[in-house]
């Protein structure tokens, strides 16, 4: 009688035979490997939208700095006018039907055109209290106090207090310029540019 044990050995052909209990692991591997099935065809899902392409980042650019080179160096320019005219540049791209599809642009064209409009009717409002207080003054004040400094005092108050306006609207239309370049998303503030359009 052979001393080998069962499952050891050589089969009926005289081939070697594979010890016991090993016959089910030698099975193939499934397609992915280590037992976990392949990825398919299907891409693996993301977990943020693209950043818009550099064309994008270029037009929405020149939307915020239209406006602001408008409000700016057209007011210096042409008398304070150019405060009236920063919504042109902006609604001209945001109406332009090859940006209508573009989510990233539509909204930093809409932003600057609120920035525009906001800066019109600020504009207006600033003018209308100017010349009302001068009339309002010249009409109810006696001619001693029309010869004293008393209307200096409200003129300077109405300048200072569109002038602080007018420097904060600056400074966050810079900053809305250097986000649109850089591919970021940014909302002025309300009370710089007042929500009234939507993307």
Not at 7 to 34: D, E, F, R, T, V
Not at 162 to 189: D, F, H, Q
Request: hydrophobic fraction near 40%.
């Amino acid at each position: 009688m052979s001393d080998q044990q069962p499952g050891y050995g050589y089969g009926p052909q005289g081939q070697p035979q594979q010890p016991y209990g090993a016959q089910g692991w030698q099975q193939s591997a499934p397609p992915g490997g280590y037992g976990y099935p392949s990825a398919g065809p299907y891409p693996s899902p993301g977990y943020a939208a693209p950043p818009p392409s550099a064309p994008s980042h270029s037009t929405a650019m020149w939307a915020h700095l239209s406006a602001l080179l408008t409000v700016t160096a057209g007011s210096a320019i042409c008398c304070g006018i150019g405060a009236f005219l920063g919504w042109i540049g902006p609604m001209s791209m945001r109406n332009d039907s090859r940006n209508k599809n573009d989510p990233y642009l539509r909204h930093h064209t809409t932003e600057a055109l609120n920035f525009g409009l906001t800066q019109a009717i600020m504009a207006v409002i600033g003018t209308v209290l100017y010349f009302s207080t001068m009339i309002v003054y010249g009409m109810v004040a006696n001619a001693a106090q029309r010869a004293s400094a008393g209307l200096a005092v409200p003129m300077l108050t109405i300048i200072v207090m569109m002038g602080g306006y007018a420097l904060s609207s600056v400074v966050c239309s810079i900053i809305a310029t250097m986000k649109a370049n850089r591919g970021e998303w940014w909302t002025y503030p309300r009370l710089v540019a007042w929500p009234m359009l939507k993307p």
